[in-house]
């Protein structure tokens, strides 16, 4: 099982930015797909979540700017993040969760900046 995200990259103040993470291999009845985040000298963290049956969790620092998805064909979950800001600035991290097997998968990140 791999994890491929990508959309990273480097914006300025108040722009947007897609992160896509697309799950390859013996992937099926995926449970919760999560976005987390680490920025340099903190702790991961945990910015949204979407579950199987679509129910969605945002961190409070991210609600009403970013909005995940999922395409649960294509074993894929995005994160659209708009108004960001300079803290948003972070390695930005894909994770599912398989019940079934209690094992989780992550992808290996993807660079997000935001210039002020």
């Known amino acids: 099982v791999q994890l491929q995200a990508s959309g990273g990259g480097l914006v300025q103040v108040g722009g947007s930015l897609r992160l896509s993470c697309a799950g390859s291999?013996?992937?099926?009845?995926?449970?919760?797909m999560n976005w987390y985040r680490q920025a340099l000298g903190k702790e991961r963290e945990l910015v949204a979540r979407i579950s199987s049956g679509g129910n969605t969790y945002y961190a409070d620092p991210v609600k009403g700017r970013f909005t995940i998805s999922r395409d649960k064909a294509q074993n894929t979950v995005y994160l659209q993040m708009n108004s960001l800001k300079p803290e948003d600035t972070a390695v930005y991290y894909c994770n599912m969760y398989i019940l079934l097997r209690a094992t989780e998968y992550w992808g290996k990140g993807t660079q997000v900046t935001v210039s002020s």
């Open positions: 291999g013996s992937i099926s009845d995926i449970n919760n």
